[in-house]
């Protein structure tokens, strides 16, 4: 006699899960990582201004109209970035997915393909960094990112967007809680007015004699007395527009300045104007040799439901919290942020 589903032995997946080997001395720091993190007498502090930063972003957007879909954690094909990392896969139901690096290619299916041409998303993401060498004080495996897109949206439009919004949350953290800031950071967050000062990457690299765009980041944190600024037309990933009529990319970072115990500016924001057609999409990803059989899912699925012929007319961009809780803090570095620390290419315990 068959038997029934409830009679059929459990097998937990936890159980065919390797466990953490307490004798291993990478371990064992992670452990003592966790312990100081935990027990770090400024943590509360340091959370309720990563409250307050999250809670403002996303506050802002919703007032401008912009919705929030479901967070997507999971993809058949996600944005890998064009720089080093680990795969980030698992198991799912028997078939091999990948966890959410970033949600570009989300936000651009959304705003081009369903009726909502405005969203953001306060959503985890998994990016599991290579080669961080000297910088592992601004990377971490696991950081929340609040991200916007808008279909129709321009280069200049977006920039004043973000110079606004940056503005604006400087103005509310002094506001809403100034006195823990100048406590943590050792002095009162700078006034800022928007826009921020802009500086174009390529031009300062060439007129200064700069070796890259951290030389560019480090120069330019010396111009701006403290205060946020912009950094434009860098050379990085396959979605970003190339305007061959003005020789730029049409993308820009959000970098604060080295304050308190932190001697490094600090990028808090990556965005751009989007590649505006799906052909310059396929050969700018061909050009970077981007495994395109991985990508297949998203260009099926633009174009079965395109109905502006293989455009693309969006901008966005995504604000990293802990990245910006770091910065504005001044920390020593961005695992302050982290009651059970993430660091990139170390171990974890809990």
Request: a negative charge; aromatic letters at 8%; glycine letters at 6%.
């Amino acid at each position: 006699m068959a038997m029934r589903e409830e009679d059929l032995p459990l097998t937990l997946g936890i159980q065919r899960i390797e466990p953490v080997n307490l004798q291993d001395p990478s371990v064992l720091a992670a452990l003592e990582q966790a312990r100081r993190a935990l027990s770090n007498p400024r943590l509360l502090d340091v959370l309720t201004v990563r409250t307050a930063i999250q809670q403002f972003l996303c506050n802002a957007l919703a007032e401008m109209g912009f919705v929030h879909p479901p967070v997507a954690m999971l993809s058949g094909c996600t944005d890998p970035l064009n720089h080093w990392t680990y795969p980030a896969r698992l198991n799912y139901y028997g078939e091999e997915v990948s966890v959410t690096q970033s949600l570009i290619l989300q936000k651009m299916l959304m705003v081009m393909l369903s009726p909502a041409g405005k969203v953001f998303w306060a959503s985890p993401n998994i990016r599991l960094e290579m080669r961080i060498n000297r910088r592992e004080y601004k990377y971490a495996s696991e950081f929340m990112q609040v991200d916007f897109e808008q279909r129709g949206g321009t280069y200049e439009q977006v920039l004043a967007l973000v110079s606004d919004l940056v503005a604006r949350l400087y103005a509310h953290l002094s506001d809403r809680c100034g006195e823990v800031v100048s406590r943590l950071r050792g002095a009162p967050l700078p006034e800022i007015a928007s826009p921020l000062p802009l500086f174009d990457a390529e031009e300062a690299k060439a007129a200064r004699g700069l070796r890259d765009d951290d030389a560019v980041e480090r120069w330019a944190s010396s111009q701006t007395g403290g205060r946020p600024f912009l950094l434009v037309n860098l050379r990085r990933e396959a979605y970003d527009c190339f305007d061959a009529e003005r020789g730029r990319f049409l993308n820009y970072d959000v970098v604060v300045p080295p304050s308190g115990e932190n001697p490094h500016p600090v990028e808090c924001l990556s965005g751009a104007e989007r590649t505006r057609s799906l052909v310059d999409l396929e050969r700018r990803m061909r050009d970077l040799r981007y495994p395109m059989a991985y990508f297949a899912p998203f260009f099926e699925l633009f174009a079965s439901l395109d109905q502006g012929h293989g455009a693309i007319t969006c901008s966005g961009a995504g604000f990293g919290i802990e990245r910006l809780t770091y910065a504005i803090l001044g920390l020593k570095d961005i695992h302050e942020v982290y009651p059970f620390p993430r660091m990139a290419e170390a171990r974890i315990a809990v």
